[in-house]
């Protein structure tokens, strides 16, 4: 059995693509959920923000 063979059969390069592709798809959605995430924090971190110490307080010159 030639070891290129398995590139060249049509089925096998198939199944490869279906599963970079659903790789891909699982990278995107975790990647979605972490911003998600990152938008809700901020969400709630500009809700109670009267409620931080100065020190803590969110600003426009501070940028963490």
Do not use: C, W
């Not at 060249?8 to 979605?32: E, H, W």
């Not at 500009?46 to 426009?60: K, V």
Request: hydrophobic content about 40%.
């Amino acid at each position: 059995m030639n070891a290129d063979a398995g590139s060249r059969d049509p089925v096998a390069t198939f199944g490869m693509a279906q599963k970079k592709s659903r790789n891909s798809i699982l990278l995107r959605f975790t990647k979605a959920l972490k911003e998600l995430g990152r938008r809700q924090a901020r969400r709630v971190i500009a809700t109670y923000a009267h409620l931080l110490a100065e020190r803590d307080a969110p600003n426009d010159d501070n940028h963490h």
